[in-house]
C-alpha cells in the first residue's frame, strides 16, 4: 500500500514563502508520476503541479514563475516550494502520486494566505 504524509502548511502573509513536504512509504518515489492539487471551498480540486516519470514538470498559469516541485529520490520525498504567496493562493494542498493503475491521494495540509 502506498502512503503519502504531507506536512508544511501554515498561515503566511502575503508575499511570504512555505515549503510543503510528501514523504511517501510502500513504494520507490522515482517509478511513479507524482502531483500537487488544491482545493477551497466550493472549488474543483486543481492541478498546481506535475512530474511524470520521466521528470517533464508542468505548473499551473496561476503558479507558474512562484512555485517549484523538485524529488529526493533516497528520502523518497516531494516538495512544492511556494514563493510570493497571494491570498488566493489559500487552499488545502494534496500530494498524489500514481502506481500501478492507482491514484494514492496525501491528507492534504492547509495553506492560508493573509492579506
Known amino acids: 500500500q502506498v502512503q503519502l504524509v504531507e506536512s508544511g502548511g501554515g498561515l503566511v502573509q502575503a508575499g511570504g514563502s512555505l515549503r510543503l513536504s510528501c514523504v511517501v512509504s510502500?513504494?520507490?518515489?522515482?517509478?511513479?508520476?507524482m502531483g500537487w492539487y488544491r482545493q477551497s471551498p466550493g472549488k474543483p480540486r486543481e492541478l498546481v503541479a506535475s512530474?511524470?516519470?520521466?521528470?517533464?514538470?508542468t505548473y499551473a498559469d496561476s503558479v507558474k514563475g512562484r512555485f517549484t516541485t523538485s524529488r529526493d529520490n533516497a528520502k523518497n520525498t516531494v516538495y512544492l516550494q511556494m514563493n510570493s504567496l497571494k491570498p488566493e493562493d489559500t487552499a488545502v494542498y494534496y500530494c498524489?502520486?500514481?502506481?500501478?493503475?492507482?491514484?494514492?491521494w496525501g491528507q492534504g495540509t492547509q495553506v492560508t494566505v493573509s492579506s
Open positions: 512530474t511524470t516519470r520521466g521528470g517533464i514538470i
Open positions: 498524489n502520486a500514481v502506481q500501478q493503475a492507482r491514484i494514492y
Open positions: 510502500g513504494s520507490t518515489l522515482s517509478s511513479m508520476p
